[in-house]
């Protein structure tokens, strides 16, 4: 089945610091991608929509200047946390969908990177 | 209205029982109805998925009911297994499955031996 690989799965940063995750498609290519954060024992909460080559669309309350989205190819999506604090701390997920798929039927995601943020 | 409601918040099977969760929507414009699966510390990875054309889908030991009048749609899981123990995800989206996704608030679901 396809793959969205997620990296790094694990990160601990000093708060003040940045951090970069990727998300990436490896077998097929994704003109749309989702960021996704989840706190313990909640549901996904979407944070941006990134489309390859435009700005990513962010959902309400999310600071775009914080968390910084890259969708420069068709396969691979950053999101960068900028100038991180421990509230950042949480769960972050990304998904891709298959631009040759139906839709959300082939919405795949990727296996969620776990910040903490000291 | 966006929302989806899942219930129950959290479930207790005996191994081999059948597993069932709820899920509710409002928005009569959702065409495409995934349930997803997610283990601690994973991402979540799509179970099963029907669209409103059809009352019904079974996969192996998954199946979707779905009914259109009442927006409802409910999992049931038969023969529940320990390994079956994760939290699911309902989830609804329009625009022929385009749109973003609406996610419940999930179901930890545990199968004791």
């Known amino acids: 089945g396809a793959v969205v690989s997620q990296h790094p799965s694990r990160v601990i940063c000093k708060s003040g610091t940045s951090v970069k995750i990727e998300c990436r498609s490896l077998d097929f290519q994704a003109t749309t991608m989702f960021w996704y954060r989840q706190f313990p024992k909640q549901s996904l909460m979407l944070m941006a929509t990134s489309n390859e080559g435009s700005k990513a669309t962010y959902e309400q309350g999310v600071e775009k200047d914080k968390f910084l989205i890259n969708h420069a190819s068709l396969t691979l999506s950053t999101l960068t946390v900028t100038s991180a604090h421990p509230e950042d701390s949480s769960f972050y997920i990304c998904s891709a969908r298959d631009s040759q798929g139906m839709g959300n039927e082939k919405l795949f995601f990727g296996s969620g990177t776990q910040l903490s943020v000291l | 209205q966006q929302q989806v409601k899942q219930s129950p918040q959290s479930l207790i099977v005996q191994k081999g029982g059948i597993s069932i969760i709820n899920c509710a929507y409002e928005n009569t414009a959702f065409d495409y109805f995934p349930w997803y699966q997610q283990f601690p510390g994973k991402g979540p990875a799509l179970l099963i998925a029907?669209?409103?054309?059809?009352s019904e889908k079974k996969e192996g030991r998954f199946t979707i009911s779905f009914n259109k009048s009442a927006k409802q749609f409910s999992l049931h899981i038969m023969d529940s297994q320990p390994g079956d123990s994760a939290t699911y995800f309902c989830?609804?989206?329009?625009?022929?499955?385009?749109?973003?996704?609406?996610f419940g608030k999930g179901t930890m679901l545990l199968v004791s031996p």
């Open positions: 029907i669209r409103p054309d059809v």
């Open positions: 989830a609804a989206s329009m625009n022929s499955g385009y749109s973003t996704l609406t």
